[in-house]
């Protein structure tokens, strides 16, 4: 009995277990104090939607054997200058999120294909290399947003009429079109089907990525290179593929995460966006070598729903807003557990 | 310039002051950075009284920050950014003085002694935790930075008011709960500078505090030269063989990072007298980045970094983080361009290290592996 329920620990991993158990105490506690709990499952579930695919973009990075993307940001600024020349050209609604993803992607892949050939040369520093080349990114990015070739009065500092503005609106571009996309209720708790249903969308093509021929090569790649290579499989490649699809789906979850928040944020906004999204898939179950979509979906969940309910719930019972620090515990506290264990997050 | 010449290019035999490729080579990066410097002076326009005396103040205000990273590099750990840890016990013990009111030089020297056993602490569990990260010490370090900051803000925003009790209006927050988000330093606030600063030529010195980083850097390099200094450097040239000598490997790389730790919290106590207020929740977060990007700018790898690296590193780096806002204001008219510049060099410099260093680690891997092949 006692060996049954240490298998079952195991196979979920204490890491879930005390995340889960928290998530169980703060519902607890919000019943209790009479706060509206499909209304917190509601918000948790939007932020599960706004993150899932900036989430996903760990997957193809660590299965190619290049590890946690810390790198994010490259994608991440991909996606937003996508963002920014569909606003620039005023397109709305559907066309213009998918012009953005339309013009995301290209540059998304140049940039994944440098990326995937500095990490190459850096192999075994990949996560320090590409934490430093994010930041300094984003930096670099910082002086091209003040002197961007945009027009379009609703971008650009009304004094000056030179730079992009901090914080751009979006509502009248793309701002929401997929939260407010086929919304149904479920015992009170408000889906977007088509919020979510584009990340469970982009979750499923990346499974069946995983069973095409290429997929399953880098699979192989990344599991056992010198086995990889010996059964003719081009290593190298195959994690450039990993890095530029990564790349890609970060430029994409960028664009997604902003029409759910309604803001396209620039400068230093997306210097930390690498590490949520670290912390997620790790709290998901995945470790430095091995990650599933289950440990997207799982992390996703139950990391966004902490995030999202400790703070309303917390300022019931404490004082001052304890769920920024708390994020900053855990998911630290995640990656720390992750990175000093062989096995990683389980 | 200084003198940092290897002794093997003297035992070649060649006049190694008029070599300059070999001087290029080898100070390859501070040369670029002197270069930069100058060039973004001139433009900038700078008054020379004026930008000396903030380089001279910004020398002693980090030096001892810059510093406190040289044994884990010796250590073979690479870049500490755990230091924002002991900067962090630098900041409680800060608070605490200012709390009981002691004044002055005694109550910078208590500050120090207070912040010495919570940096140690703190070190020693910092050591063990890398100890079970090896090969990747430098993202654990700063994940470490990150996770010992969201601890510090739990305590300082939530627990110290209720439970520690503080009883003082000006360092609380006007709830009661947590210290407040500038505290007035006021007494221990340029304690060391004032003591004697003669003003030379336009340009106010702070000997004290420059004394106390000197006397840092001969501490340093006395201890580099005992047995102790002998294992750190054995421990970092090859564990595996440093565990044969019989060194013990682990412990090494914990004292390591306990010296790093507490040197760090009293560099961040240097750096809080002379700046005299206290971000409770800001001014440790930079440290790490700032004082490694001024390390590597003085041409030092994650391998090697000497004291002169360090002093040479942080003279360079101030000078351009004074002068890159006026440079970008004069060139772009835009000074946000040149306060993004200077966040950009420091982030790129750490970003082209830690590159060149991963990429020399498997050039000389494979050059190796290759000798192996031949000599079979």
């Known amino acids: 009995m006692t060996l049954r329920l240490r298998r079952i620990v195991e196979n979920i991993g204490i890491p879930r277990l005390i995340i889960a158990g928290f998530l169980l105490i703060i519902f607890i506690t919000a019943y209790i104090t009479d706060m509206s709990v499909p209304q917190l499952m509601t918000d948790s579930l939007v932020r599960v939607g706004m993150n899932g695919i900036l989430v996903l973009a760990m997957v193809p990075t660590i299965s190619c054997g290049v590890g946690l993307n810390f790198g994010l940001p490259l994608g991440v600024l991909s996606g937003l200058v996508g963002a920014l020349i569909s606003m620039e050209r005023n397109l709305k609604g559907f066309s213009g999120l998918f012009a953005a993803i339309g013009f995301a992607i290209p540059i998304a892949v140049v940039v994944g294909y440098l990326y995937a050939k500095l990490l190459e040369s850096v192999k075994g520093q990949e996560m320090m290399v590409g934490t430093y080349v994010g930041f300094s990114t984003v930096a670099v990015m910082c002086v091209f947003w003040l002197l961007a070739p945009f027009k379009n009065p609703e971008l650009i500092w009304a004094i000056g009429g030179k730079g992009l503005r901090f914080t751009l609106t979006l509502g009248n571009h793309f701002g929401k079109v997929l939260n407010e996309f086929a919304v149904f209720q479920l015992f009170g708790v408000k889906i977007s089907a088509g919020l979510l249903g584009f990340f469970l969308l982009f979750c499923l093509l990346i499974y069946f990525f995983y069973k095409t021929k290429l997929g399953i090569a880098m699979l192989a790649a990344g599991a056992n290179p010198v086995f990889a290579r010996s059964a003719g499989i081009d290593v190298r490649s195959m994690k450039a593929v990993g890095v530029v699809l990564s790349t890609v789906l970060a430029a994409i979850g960028i664009i997604i995460y902003a029409q759910s928040y309604g803001f396209l944020q620039l400068y230093m906004a997306p210097l930390m966006m690498a590490f949520p999204a670290v912390a997620a898939i790790l709290i ?25 309910t400790a703070l309303p719930v917390t300022s019931r019972v404490i004082q001052g807003d304890i769920s920024e620090v708390a994020r900053l515990i855990i998911s630290n506290g995640m990656i720390l557990y992750a990175l000093t264990r062989s096995t990683g997050g389980k | 310039m200084t003198n940092m010449t290897d002794p093997k290019t003297v035992e070649s035999g060649r006049s190694v002051s008029l070599d300059v490729r070999r001087i290029i080579a080898t100070n390859g990066v501070p040369i670029l950075f002197l270069a930069l410097s100058i060039t973004m002076a001139l433009v900038a326009g700078l008054n020379v009284t004026f930008l000396l005396n903030e380089v001279v103040t910004r020398l002693a205000r980090n030096s001892l920050l810059v510093l406190s990273l040289l044994i884990p590099v010796t250590a073979g750990m690479g870049l500490n950014f755990g230091i924002v840890i002991g900067a962090m016990a630098g900041q409680g013990a800060a608070i605490a003085v200012t709390y009981w009111g002691v004044t002055g030089v005694r109550g910078f020297l208590l500050a120090c002694l207070l912040s010495t056993p919570i940096a140690a602490i703190a070190g020693w569990l910092a050591g063990n935790v890398l100890n079970r990260a090896k090969g990747r010490e430098m993202i654990t370090s700063m994940i470490l930075g990150f996770f010992a900051n969201g601890i510090y803000q739990l305590i300082f925003l939530f627990i110290v008011g209720p439970i520690i009790p503080l009883n003082d209006r000006r360092l609380l927050l006007p709830s009661g709960i947590g210290v407040r988000n500038t505290v007035d330093l006021i007494n221990i606030a340029q304690s060391l500078d004032k003591i004697w600063r003669p003003v030379i030529g336009g340009v106010r010195i702070p000997v004290v505090t420059l004394l106390i980083s000197a006397g840092m850097c001969v501490v340093i390099g006395f201890l580099m030269k005992t047995k102790m200094g002998q294992n750190l450097r054995a421990v970092g040239q090859d564990m595996h063989i440093a565990e044969v000598m019989g060194i013990k490997v682990d412990k090494t790389r914990i004292i390591a990072m306990i010296l790093s730790t507490v040197i760090a919290g009293w560099g961040q106590l240097i750096f809080l007298q002379n700046i005299g207020t206290l971000n409770t929740y800001n001014s440790h977060e930079q440290v790490g980045m700032f004082s490694i ?6 041409g030092a790898s994650t391998r090697r970094a000497t004291i002169w690296q360090a002093i040479v590193g942080v003279v360079l780096f101030h000078t351009l983080f004074v002068v890159s806002p006026l440079a970008g204001q004069r060139l772009f008219g835009v000074p946000q361009i040149g306060e993004y510049f200077r966040v950009f060099v420091a982030y790129g410099i750490i970003a082209v290290a830690l590159a060149l260093h991963a990429w020399q680690g498997r050039q000389v891997r ?11």
Do not use: C, D, P
């Open chain 1, 284 to 308: 998901g179950g995945a470790s430095l070598q091995k990650a599933t979509i289950s440990n997207v979906i799982i992390g996703t969940l139950l990391f966004q729903t902490l995030l999202t």
């Open chain 2, 293 to 298: 990007a001024a390390l590597l700018v003085g």
């Open chain 2, 366 to 376: 494979r050059r190796a592996a290759e000798e192996a092949m031949l000599t079979e």
